[in-house]
């Protein structure tokens, strides 16, 4: 009884806990340009979702740009008979919006401001904590699944060449204490939760030359925790009390630091970009609930996680972008993915292996006209993950995993996107 108490308890905190809002995931991108050249943006100009990618541009665009872009993430690992893992499916949506002006104190320079926003329609968030033998999907599901949101800056510095731009990613922590007494005929409770509100700095440059741009961004790791202290008294053959203090804590979704450097060059009419992103996942943190408790001699008990050895990685990347007829644009680009997991044949089964990223957008530019007074670009977007197959030996058999067992997966993105110059 005094088991289901608690886990009653767990599930409140966890249901009414609030919004938690993160820098945006970059499995996919956020639909249309962004998905379709694999995120191979942070030097593009015309990028409505500046203040994510590289909040330096929004001082270098010429004028103001929005976009909407809505899409369904498929996620499906592929296992043997005796290993399943339930496939994943989410509808999201996305907004940019940013906005460029010149200073009134020094009007020779211009500056700019943006918002991103993105999450799914479902839900505003998802959360799951796992046990550490659980084998749970290490990269997509958790971060991707949030409702984010992202506010940038941007400030022109040498004329129309060099430009530094800033931004925040908000997030919530939550820590709550909750007390039951299970005693007699009447049982009651009270509860408190705290909410922190934190942020994850991003850091851009941008720099801009007759017909190569180049930039760099600090995206600052992400790792908002929860955290819930119990105390239970639960009356036993109705004289004796017992008294089980605990805490249960875990992290929502992790995000790592990341360092990305990006060229960009026209010729002719066609972009090409090459880039590339290097990843922190050292101090990565798992999603599984520990949970810490006093035994009766006093001594505390903790859940015991499993190390699995993780490694930073380099992701290299590169995209074009072309017109195909006069109002047809098409956009496309690859993205190699490592996998941080460096060894899964101890008890940790963190589900990961190297992916092969691909996208594709197609833009069809409407001009002007007397029912709407803005340029359109409409379109649809695409992108497509391969992930290698993965044979895992393991030394000690888990619950939720057999000895040996392969697997393989894919993700898939696909939807429709519209922006405008404003």
């Known amino acids: 009884m005094g088991a289901s108490i608690i886990k009653y308890l767990l599930l409140i905190a966890l249901v009414i806990s609030p919004l938690t809002m993160a820098s945006q995931a970059q499995n996919y991108g ?3 340009m962004t998905s379709g050249r694999a995120n191979s943006v942070l030097a593009e100009i015309e990028n ?4 994510l990618y590289n909040p330096a541009i929004l001082a270098a665009q010429p004028q103001s740009l929005f976009a909407f872009n809505t899409g369904v993430q498929q996620f499906r690992i592929q296992s043997s008979e005796n290993f399943k893992v339930k496939d994943q499916s989410l509808t999201t949506w996305s907004l940019g919006f940013s906005l460029p002006f010149k200073l009134s104190k020094a009007p020779e320079r211009t500056a700019g401001f ?11 968030r998802t959360f799951s904590a796992y046990r550490p033998e659980d084998a749970f999907v290490m990269r997509y599901g958790g971060s991707d699944s949030q409702f984010k949101a992202t506010l940038g800056f941007g400030l022109e510095l040498w004329q129309k060449s060099l430009f530094l731009g800033g931004g925040l990613s908000l997030y919530l922590s939550t820590a709550g204490t ?9 049982p009651t409770g009270r509860m408190s939760l705290d909410v922190g509100l934190n942020s994850a700095a991003i850091l851009g440059i941008f720099s801009r030359g007759e017909k190569t741009q180049g930039a760099f961004t600090f995206h600052q790791a992400l790792d908002p925790k929860f955290i819930q202290s119990i105390d239970g008294r639960i009356s036993i053959a109705g004289a ?3 008294h089980q203090p605990m805490l249960l804590k875990s992290t929502l979704y992790y995000e790592p630091q990341t360092l990305e450097l990006e060229a960009q060059h026209q010729l002719g009419k066609i972009k090409i970009s090459l880039g590339m992103a290097y990843e922190f996942w050292s101090h990565y943190q798992p999603p599984i609930l520990v949970t810490e408790i006093k035994d009766n001699l006093g001594e505390t008990r903790m859940t015991k996680v499993a190390d699995v050895p993780l490694k930073n990685t380099l992701n290299p990347r590169v995209s074009l972008e072309m017109p195909l007829f006069q109002t047809l644009t098409l956009s496309s680009g690859y993205q190699f993915r490592p996998t941080p997991v460096v060894d899964l044949s101890g008890p940790g089964n963190y589900l990961d292996s190297s992916a092969h990223i691909l996208g594709v957008h197609f833009s069809h530019r409407m001009r002007p006209n007397d029912l709407i007074p803005w340029e359109l670009k409409l379109g649809v977007y695409g992108q497509y993950h391969w992930l290698n197959s993965r044979t895992i030996g393991k030394v000690i058999e888990t619950e939720s995993t057999p000895k040996d067992y392969t697997f393989k997966g894919n993700a898939a993105v696909y939807g429709i996107s519209l922006q405008s110059a404003l």
Do not use: R, V
């Open 30 to 32: 956020l639909g249309g």
């Open 48 to 51: 409505p979702f500046a203040a």
């Open 114 to 124: 943006g918002m991103t926003l993105s999450g799914p329609y479902q839900k505003l």
């Open 178 to 186: 909750a007390e039951q007494n299970i005693i007699g005929e009447n």
């Open 240 to 242: 004796d009390i017992l």
